[in-house]
C-alpha cells in the first residue's frame, strides 16, 4: 500500500510573516491528519522559519528546486547540504516553470528571458541524483505542453522525461522518489485533467519505472497529479488507481483548502 503524499508548491509567494502565519493556520488544521504525508515547499527564504513551526506537527518540509553541486562558485545556487541544513527532507526539481515550460506564458517572457529557467532532462537528473546523495526524496515533475498534447506526444514527452530523470539511478533508489505529473496546459489556468487521463498517464510513468527499474520500484514509487488541483476536484482525482498524492500550487496558499485537498487523501 503506497502512502498518499500531498504537497504544497508555495512557490514565488509570501514573506516570512505571511509564511509563518499560513503554516499555523495549516497547522492547526490536518493535526488529526496521520495517514498523508504532507509536504509544503515555501520559498527558499522561509524554509528555516517554516522548519522551526513544524517541528512538533507531521507536516514535513520540502525545496522546490535543488542545485546538483555540493559547494562552491555557484552564485544564486541552493545545495542539498543546505537544504537539509533547513530542515527539509524532500526536494522538488524539473517543474515546468524551472524548465521554461509556462502554461500561461506571460507576453514579456521572451525567449531570451525564458533561458532563466534553464532546465533540461540532462539537469534535472543531475538535481534528482543529488537529492537522492544527500538523503532527500525526490519529487520529480514531468508533463506536456498544450502543443504537446494536441499533437499526441503527451506519452512520449513523459516517457522520456522519466527516462532521462533516472538516468544513473539504482532500482532500490528509484522505489523513493515522488514523481509528479503535471500536464503544463493545467497548471494555474484552472484547466483540470480529467481524472481518467490523469490516471493513465500516471500509469504510463509507473510502466515507464518498471521497464527501467523493475516491478518492485515501479509498485513502490508514488505519483503524484498536479495542475489545478482544487478540494472540489481532489477526491476524484486521488481516487485513481495509479494516482497516490497531489502536488498543489495555488490551492495550497489557502490553509483550508489544501487541508481539504489532505482529507480527500484520507
Ligand atoms: P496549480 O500549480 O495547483 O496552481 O495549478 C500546480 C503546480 O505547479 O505544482
Request: proline share 4%; aromatic share 6%.
Amino acid at each position: 500500500m503506497r502512502k498518499p503524499i500531498i504537497a504544497g508548491n508555495w512557490k514565488l509567494n509570501g514573506t516570512i510573516a505571511e509564511a509563518q502565519a499560513l503554516i499555523a493556520e495549516l497547522k492547526a488544521l490536518v493535526r488529526d491528519s496521520n495517514n498523508v504525508d504532507i509536504v509544503v515547499c515555501p520559498p527558499f527564504t522561509a524554509l528555516s522559519t517554516v522548519a522551526s513551526a513544524v517541528t512538533s506537527s507531521s507536516i514535513q518540509l520540502g525545496a522546490q528546486d535543488i542545485f546538483f553541486r555540493q559547494k562552491g562558485a555557484y552564485t544564486g545556487q541552493i545545495s542539498g547540504p543546505m537544504l537539509l541544513d533547513c530542515g527539509c527532507k524532500y526536494a522538488i526539481m524539473g517543474h515546468s516553470e524551472r524548465r521554461g515550460r509556462f502554461g500561461v506564458p506571460e507576453p514579456d517572457l521572451t525567449e531570451e528571458i525564458l533561458q532563466v529557467f534553464g532546465d533540461n532532462d540532462k539537469t534535472v537528473n543531475l538535481k534528482l541524483r543529488a537529492a537522492l546523495f544527500n538523503g532527500l526524496t525526490p519529487i520529480c515533475c514531468v508533463g506536456e505542453v498544450l502543443a504537446e498534447r494536441e499533437s499526441g506526444k503527451t506519452d512520449a514527452i513523459v516517457q522520456a522525461q522519466v527516462t532521462g530523470a533516472l538516468d544513473g539511478v539504482s532500482a532500490d533508489e528509484a522505489a523513493t522518489i515522488v514523481f509528479a505529473y503535471e500536464p503544463v496546459w493545467a497548471i494555474g489556468t484552472g484547466k483540470v485533467c480529467a481524472a481518467d487521463e490523469a490516471d493513465r498517464v500516471c500509469g504510463i510513468i509507473r510502466a515507464t519505472v518498471a521497464g527501467l527499474a523493475g516491478d518492485t520500484a515501479a509498485q513502490a514509487v508514488r505519483i503524484q497529479y498536479g495542475g489545478s488541483v482544487k478540494p472540489d476536484n481532489a477526491a476524484d482525482l486521488l481516487g485513481r488507481p495509479n494516482i497516490d498524492g497531489a502536488l498543489v500550487g495555488g490551492a495550497s496558499l489557502k490553509a483550508s483548502d489544501f487541508a481539504a485537498i489532505v482529507k480527500a487523501a484520507e
